[in-house]
């Protein structure tokens, strides 16, 4: 099995609907300004990768720095105007780092076919801002090119006018399209096909990054450059911290090894996490802790339905976990209130909402609706043995319930 996401994208007519949707909930005489954004600075002449700030990715797909998207709503006869301004070509740079988009690849990708100058922003933004038009931006986006936004509008009398757009994209973001659900199952196949490569080269007396570099290794491989975030590989006692930074340690035989990974297709994540035996078998403590934790990943499955809510599926799920840790003995009789007791254990949440980030953009009180992805991970670590883990599958709320992505270990 190689599943190929180098090229994986969402069509452009999919980024011209998504637009349609904002524009519908904007106010007439409004302008909306999203950015890109530009890569953080990780020392003198050298940057951290860049990845778009999402919300202006969400609508047009570019993954360009210092790119600016805008909507225009002037009046109810008018059409939405759509403008993306991109950094010209500059051969003389790209020698050094790399092709920049022409403005037809740029409309291509995003079905926006006005292109552009970023040079002539200034003068556009300065047009708005001596008009009556408001201005719409997402408050979430935390870059300098919105903060210096910010500081001509305070320069005008309109400040307080500004909308802020990010609630109800929030809300257009929690509900995946055909599109992205397909983005998501792609990108969960390549950490599957990965995950089984190191399942297979596993052995007693690999360090942990041994088995980062292979799992690496194959993701690269099919052409996911930017996982969904770091891989955690942590092996024995080392699983007791959750996100481990250092995978340095030898792993040795007897002792598990948590992987907690996500390949990334088209921009969409995917989160899994699996719990190997680094020989190969399960002994009894590890067998309990896993079964245990299959039987919690089971409850959460069927408390994710339609009205649910992240509360409820923790609360549902802790349940699971208290009574099981209770028939274990870890939890003793002089405890009366296991479900109190359970979170010496059970340190985290067992789902967050998975897309275009991997914890994604949510409200985390709304209750649950069908094209909801979530990443599930019940986990349970125990101090008093020395380790825990926790198992993760990327779920799908459909009408008819929660649906699996990935594969479930078992
Ligand atoms: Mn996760």
């Not at 399209?177 to 490569?197: D, M, N």
């Amino acid at each position: 099995m190689f599943t190929d996401v180098t090229n994986y994208s969402i069509p452009s007519s999919e980024y011209v609907h998504r637009r349609n949707n904002l524009a519908l909930k904007l106010e007439q005489n409004t302008a909306v300004i999203l950015f890109s954004g530009r890569a953080p600075s990780a020392s003198l002449d050298e940057s951290y990768p860049f990845l778009p700030n999402r919300t202006f990715f969400y609508f047009c797909g570019i993954e360009q720095e210092e790119s600016v998207l805008m909507l225009i709503k002037s009046d109810a006869k008018e059409p939405v105007k759509t403008r993306l301004y991109i950094y010209p070509r500059e051969l003389e740079k790209e020698k050094w780092t790399g092709k920049r988009l022409s403005p037809q690849e740029a409309s291509e990708i995003s079905g926006i076919s006005d292109i552009r100058m970023i040079d002539s922003l200034k003068h556009d933004v300065d047009e708005i801002l001596s008009g009556s038009m408001k201005i719409a931006w997402d408050e979430t986006d935390h870059s300098h090119e919105r903060a210096r936004l910010e500081q001509e509008l305070a320069r005008t009398d309109r400040f307080d006018s500004a909308t802020d757009i990010s609630g109800f994209v929030t809300l257009l973001r929690m509900v995946k399209s055909p599109l992205e659900i397909e983005a998501i199952r792609t990108a969960v196949k390549v950490t599957e096909e990965s995950l089984q490569v190191l399942k297979e080269n596993l052995r007693p007396g690999m360090r942990e990054c041994e088995a980062l570099a292979i799992l690496e290794c194959e993701m690269v491989k099919r052409g996911s450059l930017f996982q969904s975030f770091s891989t955690i590989v942590a092996g024995g006692k080392n699983t007791l911290c959750l996100h481990y930074p250092t995978p340095k340690d030898i792993v040795s035989d007897g002792e598990m090894i948590q992987i907690d990974t996500g390949a990334r297709a088209g921009g969409y994540c995917s989160d899994i996490s699996r719990a190997y035996a680094v020989n190969g078998k399960r002994d009894g403590r590890q067998q309990a802790l896993f079964d245990l934790i299959t039987e919690c990943k089971k409850t959460a499955l069927s408390a994710i339905h339609s009205g649910a809510t992240i509360e409820s599926v923790n609360n549902e799920t802790r349940k699971t976990a208290a009574a099981g840790l209770r028939e274990l003995g870890v939890i003793g009789k002089s405890e009366p209130d296991a479900l109190s007791a359970c979170k010496r254990y059970y340190w985290h949440n067992t789902l967050h909402h998975m897309g275009l980030d991997v914890h994604d953009i949510c409200d985390r009180d709304m209750i649950f609706v069908p094209g909801m992805v979530f990443a599930v991970e019940p986990g349970i670590y125990i101090p008093e043995w020395g380790f825990g883990f926790r198992v993760e599958d990327d779920v799908l709320l459909t009408e008819n319930g929660a649906e699996y992505l990935s594969i479930p270990q078992t």
